[in-house]
């Protein structure tokens, strides 16, 4: 897998890099009409940085809000159902957990989400990704076919992993059906 950017965005105070990452595949039930039923999403992923390392480390890269040097690391999944921010908007992108990613200051510490530097640096964000989404239309599917490449190869890795097992039982067999033809007619 490459670790090339997929997308460059450019601001005023640093540049913030893209890349498309497997898709996440969520089975479960989802509300239709009156009833519950048995639903396949297929989730879109990237990864945001400021580095091309995907580092929040800002000797590799950075943005400058209000003077200071900050590093973003984050990896996002576009989701189907809606959700909302802490301001009441709609919001396609949602974060996945990471402890060395996030926003980070220049002192490497986690930037609050309090803190006047959050809303600004999810901004950055925010305009980042809808520039990506404007020049990449098609991004969602590179995502989706790198998850089914790496379904496809696993299934394949499975069924020759099960082909080599009966192989061997099938040796294994013939062994014991040699010993009773050596028993001879008793």
């Known amino acids: 897998m490459s670790n090339e950017p997929d997308f460059e965005h450019e601001i ?16 479960g039930k989802r509300w239709r009409g009156d009833d519950y039923v048995q639903a396949e999403e297929i989730l879109g992923r990237v990864q945001l940085a400021t580095s091309p390392e995907w580092s929040t480390d800002i000797g590799l890269g950075f943005v400058k809000v209000r003077g200071r040097r900050y590093g973003i690391e984050n990896i996002l999944r576009h989701e189907t159902q809606e959700h909302w921010d802490r301001d009441d908007k709609p919001r396609p992108w949602r974060h996945e957990s990471s402890y060395f990613g996030g926003y980070r200051n220049d002192r490497g510490g986690r930037v609050s989400f309090d803190a006047k530097a959050w809303d600004a640096l999810e901004q950055i964000e925010r305009d980042a990704l809808a520039a990506f989404e404007k020049a990449h239309p098609d991004w969602e599917k590179d995502s989706a076919r790198k998850r089914f490449e790496y379904e496809r190869d696993r299934a394949f890795i499975k069924a020759s992993e099960a082909r080599a097992e009966a192989e061997k039982a099938d040796r294994k067999g013939a062994e014991w059906q040699k010993r009773i033809d050596e028993m001879g007619g008793l």
């Open 12 to 27: 005023a105070g640093g540049k913030v890099y893209i890349k498309i990452l497997m898709a996440e595949r969520w089975t």
